[in-house]
């Protein structure tokens, strides 16, 4: 399971600033999430396109759930220009590439989300010493007027496919790279594996 540590938060207390993107992609941030505003955050992912992606049975952790079943029902969607960024060279502050729901009934056993309305983002940023790398950024669904984001994980290197397919449309999946050999169905397989989305090198994985 991934390792999950004490996570910080951001509350909101509402602005009425305008929204302005910070450069060229549609969830490039303009200051590291850590320090930018809850009200900022929801501007940047309301007016990101998130149309592409699937709904995959994924493997669930609580104690009524069956090993390798798909024993709940995750959402996942690329940001419209994902499979325009490229892992070696995420922008400065930091740029969203995907976002996860867990619309089933048991907490997904990969990242740990649990079932809800809360939107889990993937991250693409970078670690003191200028690696790039993925974070998971919870934005909790506001609830009587309360709002946050959260980061519940640490960060890990950004990995690809090696596969050099060149995309012109962004995706989302559940995908391991390279797939896994033998018996092992394509559903079964997509309910262990790790986040995939397209990116400039072809595609990218939320490994650890």
Not at 23 to 49: N, S, T, W
Not at 178 to 204: E, K, N, Y
């Amino acid at each position: 399971l991934l390792a999950v540590a004490t996570s910080l938060s951001l509350q909101s207390c509402r602005s009425s600033a305008p929204y302005h993107p910070a450069g060229g992609y549609q969830g490039e941030l303009r200051v590291p999430i850590e320090h930018l505003g809850v009200d900022v955050f929801e501007e940047i992912v309301k007016h990101a396109d998130w149309s592409n992606g699937h709904d995959v049975d994924r493997d669930c952790s609580d104690a009524s759930c069956v090993p390798n079943t798909g024993g709940t029902r995750v959402r996942i969607r690329a940001i419209g220009d994902a499979w325009k960024i490229s892992r070696l060279a995420p922008p400065g502050a930091g740029v969203l590439v995907a976002r996860m729901r867990n619309d089933g009934d048991g907490r997904e056993s990969v990242y740990g989300i649990p079932p809800g309305k809360d939107w889990w983002y993937l991250l693409w940023d970078r670690n003191a010493s200028g690696t790039p790398r993925w974070r998971l950024v919870r934005h909790h669904a506001p609830f009587l007027g309360h709002h946050e984001i959260s980061f519940p994980s640490y960060g890990e290197p950004i990995k690809d496919c090696g596969d050099a397919h060149v995309y012109t449309v962004s995706d989302a999946d559940f995908k391991d790279c390279p797939p896994p050999l033998g018996a092992v169905t394509i559903a079964m397989a997509a309910a262990r594996a790790r986040a995939w989305v397209t990116c400039s090198q072809g595609c990218c994985t939320a490994d650890y």
